[in-house]
């Protein structure tokens, strides 16, 4: 029972480095998120994923972009690293009207 | 905008220790309110929720109450455990969408 899998746990960039962030779930939900989760500041919803095919910004969007791959899959990539953007990330799902499940998260430091 | 305010922490706390963690919340509408809770090294998990005022969500010996009138939802817990050390977010939604406002999260350590 998989839920929510985030990949990788960990990653160290460099400044003006790319990457992308994988998450997956196998609940067959609709919905899915991307926040980051710094100290004192509690969650931001950086893009959301409504359904298969659509994207919006959330709270946080600037210097990310998203990809929902299909219904299981919803990507996020860091074109451009800041050290703004160490954090942790998590990825969520939900189905309508039922709470969100989240990954165990992607610890990213950018120097 | 919609808004959550938690009590800061940390909060460090004996074993059997009565536990109370305060939110509370600027919104339009009626919200539904909850509580997440973050061990170390995990992601969030859904600790309790309620959806209408005058509700009680209640879980693993945790109980919130909905209070319309003073807009709150605070965490209880009567005898708390060294298991029960970890990361609490208080969250709402609004206008039947799912996405998430959370507070800024109160670390609780509980000391055998």
């Known amino acids: 029972n998989a839920g929510v899998t985030q990949t990788p746990k960990f990653q160290v960039l460099k400044t003006g480095q790319s990457m992308t962030l994988q998450c997956a779930q196998d609940m067959n939900h609709n919905s899915m998120y991307w926040y980051r989760q710094d100290p004192g500041m509690g969650l931001r919803l950086i893009y959301y994923?409504?359904?298969?095919?659509?994207?919006d910004k959330g709270e946080v969007p600037n210097g990310y972009n998203v990809s929902r791959l299909n219904k299981r899959e919803f990507s996020l990539r860091l074109e451009s690293a800041a050290p703004s953007q160490t954090s942790v990330y998590f990825c969520?799902?939900?189905?309508?009207?039922?709470?969100?499940?989240f990954g165990n998260g992607t610890r990213l430091t950018v120097t | 905008g919609d808004s959550v305010t938690q009590m800061e922490g940390p909060v460090t706390l004996s074993e059997e220790a009565f536990l109370t963690i305060n939110c509370t919340y600027t919104?339009?509408?009626?919200?539904?309110l909850f509580w997440y809770v973050q061990y170390p090294g995990e992601g969030l998990q859904l600790l309790l929720k309620?959806?209408?005022?005058?509700d009680k969500g209640s879980n693993k010996g945790f109980e919130a109450t909905y209070r319309k009138e003073t807009t709150s939802f605070h965490l209880e817990k009567g005898s708390v455990q060294v298991s029960d050390s970890a990361v609490y977010f208080c969250?709402?939604?609004?206008?039947?969408?799912?996405?998430?406002?959370f507070g800024t999260g109160t670390r609780l350590t509980i000391i055998p």
């Open positions: 969250a709402l939604t609004n206008f039947g969408n799912e996405k998430l406002t």
């Open positions: 994923s409504a359904s298969e095919g659509t994207t």
């Open positions: 919104a339009t509408g009626y919200p539904s």
């Open positions: 309620a959806t209408k005022a005058d």
């Open positions: 969520a799902s939900s189905a309508q009207g039922s709470p969100l499940h």
